[in-house]
């Protein structure tokens, strides 16, 4: 789940990083896909259990 929400943040800022003009709805999606990305990421990090101690 981890990989999965740093594909999707990558992804939608290698689009927000475009150096042509999208259309305002892809620019607004890339931003949500970025955000529910950046989400995934952090709850997967934090429910990693920690065995050793």
């Not at 689009?15 to 999208?22: D, Q």
């Not at 620019?27 to 429910?47: E, H, I, N, P, R």
Request: charged fraction near 5%; charge should be negative.
């Amino acid at each position: 789940m981890r990989t999965i929400g740093l594909l999707l943040t990558a992804l939608s800022a290698s689009i927000m990083g475009l150096p042509v003009v999208l259309p305002e709805v892809v620019t607004q999606v890339a931003g949500y896909v970025a955000l529910a990305g950046a989400v995934m990421t952090g709850v997967s990090q934090a429910a990693v259990t920690n065995e050793g101690t």
